[in-house]
């Protein structure tokens, strides 16, 4: 923390670190500053142009995710020359897209949409032209459209900075930039892990969960916290359901540790086995050689006589249990104390005894 | 785990994930981090580009953090004892060790000091095949760091030498003092979502919950009251013995809950014999694995995104697991079935949620004491965490270790059970890839991971690929003392000369058919890692 500093932002005195952004403290002091490449982790770039205030002195708008406070300054986030310029950068980037929220996975969950409409923008001045890329459905985990690109560069510093997997970068700049794997290839062609930390981090409709295409719109969607199935790092993460079906699955910056967001490939796009009609749905017993559905009842009065007869014959110590890495600590905890207490022999153990 | 235990007195990760983005040092020995543990990797490569941390990797394969690494010493498989005794050598002939440290926090260093005395750069260069320069400056760079912190994963453990190997780094991040600090510790990365907590709640065949030995009497007369039981006073069997047991015909009747041996376990052709053997087999699992389909009685459970419960992390944080949506047909959460079990053969259950479970499991688990499914709604909690006052641990033995002081093991060098002859020339090792998991029943049924990694590859150096005709995406069969499998090759600089790689998520190429079952001596782990094998283009 740095010494603290005193200023004014829209008439009042706040006071902020002198290592704060213009848009921290005023984040921190509950004044409103719209961002669009700003995000959280990574670099401010000050790319977007629409976090722009007017401060004192300055000869011109200054971009609040870039600018240090200083003490004494004095700050005006809503004036008439900020607003037009924030109009102006969010009527070019609509003009310059292909932005038909009628179809769009990200209707309802976009920070442009939200901006048009927080400006109070009727249509753009400028005439509506989409670069005209072909959509990425090459892969069947990410779809990209790039004609809904604003070039904000999240998904580049997500990838660089946050993941560090160092796939994405701008191809160009200027104009007619684009951001993508190096070559300009599909991310199934790249060195992409398919992380799927560019897709929680595009603020738009570029990049969306392919699956998910068409299977909820954003506030339809449920989301249950808990935490991922796979490895040991534990990842917290918001299960996506619509009517009881699963649509995918997304970081939540909101969660703080272990994974503050992140997610890997498995976490992410490897939820299909939950749902899948290959799960057992109903106990077998083996009839003559063969497994046959049967009730639960059945099921566990033929096991309470076996290990019962087991037990009576041969000792409890003919019985061994393996419990689950996969299962939860209740379910371990029970498991133990039923091969313990229930069957009376300490064979129990689990098959990763890493 | 044995490893950790006998040097701190306690087997878990010593410090925490979010702890690596701000260290001055990362040594990672036998992980592939960015593949089995993506997002602990970020934090890896974020100490490495954002914070100019260092680092340095030791593993035989050229793993993708190698990429970013500072030092990358690529040793013969199966010879981390005699590098990191090598490492030792050096940082105590050049005095660069914490002797404040040492002399305060530690036991055991004369004994250790004259064991890695022979362990000269240049003599283990012949070994590890690591050259004494690079060596030496690993060594140096490690003992230099004020803070470093260790990572280690399957590359470690599943030797035959499994414990030596963990001993060994435990000595290693002792004899620098960088045990008991933020930022430092020896940290074990685990492979499975909840392989710390099963341990944690006991399932192993010698310990309570919380690692509360069942051979103490006054420990197991406190379940016994707890439990209303009599309970037994004699350690079980370990998975490994248990298989040997059912062939023998002492074991008789097996219970197996979420877990599938048939593919995970070494020397499948053993386990299926084994289970052959059984007078009865229940299985209880999501899917009908190549185990179920040999089971009297299958029950179908409902999966993680079906129940409540908790697990516990790699880096002890116990975190809350909720229903998402309801379990298909007639499936049920397990800890029902158990309960229900326990009924029925007059040992009465009565538990109506989880979260009365957690109650009981907190009661007689001392590190979960202050545990409860309120203090973890948020976020989840790191054990140690003795009552609901206690903010919970994020790094261990701060001022004490666990055991009190910790203990060096003067560890000596031993080579795997196995190593390449004339007949098996080539050094197989084993392991995970990025898009599956496990034995790949949950992953393959995803469009995406299956698309992105299709089938198992057999990696294989170009030189050695060259010589015996093999072309990448060529056929190859892999043979060894036990058995035999097909699968594609891929030529790849990855994979040393002499050594191939292949993972173990596809029944149709069962690694496991391959490997060696000879057991750590300690902690009962499988020789996964190295095995002698012959490579022939099909
Ligand atoms: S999915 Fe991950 S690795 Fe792939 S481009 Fe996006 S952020 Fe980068
Ligand atoms: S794809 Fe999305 S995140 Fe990436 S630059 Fe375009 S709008 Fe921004
Ligand atoms: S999302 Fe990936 S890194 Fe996170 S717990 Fe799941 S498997 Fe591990």
Redesign the interface.
């Known amino acids: 923390m740095g010494n603290t500093v005193s200023l004014t932002m829209d008439g009042k005195a706040i006071e902020a670190s002198e290592d704060q952004t213009i848009l921290e403290a005023a984040r921190e002091n509950g004044i409103y500053i719209p961002t669009l490449c700003q995000y959280a982790g990574t670099t401010n770039v000050g790319a977007c142009r629409v976090c722009l205030v007017e401060v004192e002195k300055a000869r011109s708008l200054v971009a609040s995710c870039c600018m240090p406070v200083s003490s004494g300054m004095v700050i005006r986030t809503d004036t008439k020359a900020v607003r037009d310029a924030q109009r102006m950068i969010v009527e070019f980037l609509w003009a310059s897209g292909d932005h038909n929220c009628l179809a769009c996975e990200s209707n309802g969950a976009c920070e442009l949409q939200d901006l048009v409409y927080w400006l109070g923008i009727e249509k753009p001045r400028f005439p509506i032209e989409p670069p005209g890329y072909a959509v990425e459905k090459t ?3 990410i779809s990209r459209d790039l004609n809904k690109c604003i070039l904000c560069g999240r998904c580049v510093r997500a990838c660089n ?4 997997n160092e796939v994405l970068d701008f191809a160009r700049r200027g104009y007619r930039a684009k951001v993508g794997p190096a070559f300009d290839a599909d991310y ?1 062609n790249s060195e992409c ?3 799927g930390e560019c897709v929680d981090a595009c603020p738009v409709g570029a990049i969306t969960f ?2 998910a295409r068409f299977s909820g719109r954003p506030w339809e969607l449920k989301k ?13 993460m918001d ?1 996506n ?1 619509h009517n ?3 649509v995918k699955v997304t970081g939540n910056r909101n ?5 503050q967001g ?6 992410k ?8 009609p ?9 009839k003559n050689g063969i ?1 046959t559905e049967a009730t ?1 009842d059945e ?6 006589r ?3 007869t ?1 037990k009576e014959t ?1 000792g ?39 | 785990m044995a490893g950790l235990a006998a040097a701190f007195g306690s087997g878990a990760m010593t410090n925490s994930i979010a702890e690596l983005e701000h260290t001055e040092l990362i040594l990672a020995i036998g992980t592939n981090t960015t593949e089995n543990h993506p997002v602990a990797s970020a934090y890896v490569k974020r100490a490495v580009r954002s914070q100019a941390a260092k680092l340095i990797v030791i593993d035989p394969r050229e793993i993708t953090l190698t990429r970013y690494a500072d030092l990358w010493l690529r040793q013969n498989p199966g010879t981390d004892v005699a590098l990191i005794n090598g490492l030792m050598h050096v940082i105590i002939a050049e005095n660069l060790y914490d002797k404040d440290y040492v002399a305060t926090r530690t036991e055991g260093f004369d004994d250790l000091k004259k064991a890695v005395k022979k362990y000269t750069p240049q003599e283990m260069e012949k070994i590890t095949g690591v050259k004494a320069s690079d060596l030496e400056a690993a060594a140096r760079m490690y003992a230099k760091a004020g803070r470093a912190a260790i990572l280690y994963s399957m590359g470690i453990t599943q030797h035959i030498s499994g414990t030596d190997n963990v001993k060994s780094v435990a000595n290693l991040a002792m004899l620098c003092g960088n045990v008991g600090i933020e930022g430092g510790g020896v940290n074990p990365l685990r492979g499975q979502n909840n392989v710390q907590g099963a341990c944690d709640m006991g399932a192993l065949p010698d310990v309570f919950p919380a690692y509360q030995k069942v051979s103490n009497d006054e420990l197991r007369e406190k379940f016994a009251r707890a439990w209303n039981a009599t309970l037994p006073t004699k350690p079980g069997l370990t998975v490994v013995e248990m298989m040997h047991a059912a062939t023998e015909g002492t074991i008789k009747g097996m219970y197996i809950m979420g877990e599938n041996p048939l593919l995970s376990d070494p020397d499948l052709a053993h386990v299926e014999t084994a289970l052959q053997k059984l007078d009865f087999l229940v299985v209880q699992d999501i899917f009908l694995t190549e185990t179920a389909k040999r089971a009297h009685v299958v029950l179908p459970s409902a999966c993680f995104a079906e129940k409540d419960g908790t697990f516990t992390n790699t880096e002890r944080r116990v975190q809350r697991v909720r229903t998402v949506v309801s379990a298909p047909g007639l499936a049920k959460p397990d800890w029902e079935i158990i309960r229900e079990l326990a009924n029925r053969l007059g040992y009465p259950m009565n538990y109506t949620s989880p979260a009365e479970i957690m109650e009981e499991i907190r009661t007689l688990t001392p590190s979960y004491g202050g545990i409860t499914y309120e203090r973890i709604e948020k976020e989840g909690i790191q054990w140690p965490c003795p009552d609901t006052s206690h903010p919970g641990t994020t790094f261990m033995h701060r001022d004490k270790f666990t055991r009190g002081l910790g203990l060096f093991h003067a560890i000596d060098y031993r080579p795997p059970a196995e190593i390449p002859d004339r007949e098996y020339p080539f050094l197989l090792t084993t392991g995970r890839v990025l898009y599956h998991y496990h034995t790949g029943t949950m992953t393959r049924l995803s469009p995406g991971t299956t698309e992105r990694c299709p089938e198992s590859l057999v990696e294989i150096n170009p030189e050695d690929a060259k010589k015996l005709g093999i072309e990448n995406g060529g056929i190859v069969t892999v043979t060894s003392r036990r058995g035999t499998v097909t699968a594609k090759a891929a030529v790849t600089d990855r994979s040393p000369r002499g050594t191939i790689f292949m993972n173990f998520h596809f029944r149709e190429a069962a690694v496991n058919l391959l490997t060696n079952p000879a057991l750590d001596h300690v902690a009962k782990i499988p020789e996964y890692k190295v095995c002698a094998v012959k490579v022939e283009p099909a």
């Open positions: 892969n069947t985990m900075e946050i993941q560090v199934i892990y398919f992380c392919a699956q249950t916290r808990t935490t991922c199935t796979y490895c040991g790092v534990g990842c917290q299960i359901t009881g079906k699963i969660y703080g540790l272990p994974n992140s997610l890997c490939v498995k976490g796009f490897a939820i299909d086995f939950v749902q899948h290959d799960r057992l749905k109903t106990p077998l017993i083996r497994l639960w099921a566990y009065d033929l096991i309470a076996n290990f019962k087991i041969h409890p110590d003919s019985i061994a249990g393996l419990a689950s890495a996969r299962c939860t600590n209740e379910e371990n905890y029970l498991f133990q104390k039923f091969m313990r207490a229930a069957i009376g022999t300490n064979n129990v153990d689990h098959c990763a005894r890493l």
